[in-house]
């Protein structure tokens, strides 16, 4: 079921170049903001459609996922399962039973290349679909408090290009964590999903957090400027310009936050028993280190 051979490690050059190339899509809602004058609409549609893309990746590649489900001492539980939830040991012992579909849906050619759904993986995806009922519930709190035109904002083809320039990079990143090392063998679909609701955790304490700092750090900053009366006139090209308060207040954390996930997320993947930040994007995974080490070499 795990493979005898082990791609090389995910540190090299190129993947140096693939991270620089997510933190510059990060950057893009700051450059948006600043040049092209968005408001926070934008920023949010933005951040909102990235998140939903992400988790929705995700659960396609919890259906690959080889290993089986241990619910034994977490700390972390997704949606769909809690400490009392049980495990059909049936289902879970013994090899995963592959459904076929890839070879059905896809080209020979395309899908001798592509590892097989599990059946057994399909319960577990649909029930933490909940989140998506989330992440819809925030779309619709956004819109009735911040966005005062979603439609508008999301059809923006600067906004549009924008997004999809961070989710490219966001699934060539999953891309890299799942199948370029294949961890789909190593890790269990519970854990996949997981990951994903970290994220989402995440970035929902920056926005209960961080976004109000920020807002709060801008507003004193801007008392400051006023209290110097200084003509904006005489600061040439670099005078103020015409930016959103607001959305500079979710842009600045959200871009910090996003550029230390995506650097954490990498070490979460890449080592055995990762520290700090990094340990909170790394799902609990119920195998000894030693024995993950030892997967890892081979």
Known sequence: MTSALRPPSPSDHGDRGGLAVVLAANLLPLAGVVLLGWRAAEILVVYWIELVVTVAAYSVVALFAERPIDLEDREFYIVGFSENS?????????DPEPIGVVGRVLPSAVADRVPPIYR????VVARSLGIVGFLAFGAIVLADTVVTDPVAAASSPAVIGAALAVCVSQAAEIRREFFVTPRYEEWSPYMVLEAAQRVVTYYLCIGMVAVPVSFLGLVLVAGAVDALAVDPAALG????????PFALAYVIPFALAKAAADRSRRVAFDEVDPGGLAGWFAPEDPRPAWLREQEREW
């Open 86 to 94: 049980e495990i059909d040991s049936d289902r879970w012992s013994g």
């Open 237 to 244: 090209p670099l005078a103020p310009a015409d930016v959103d």
């Open 120 to 123: 057994r993986n399909v319960p």
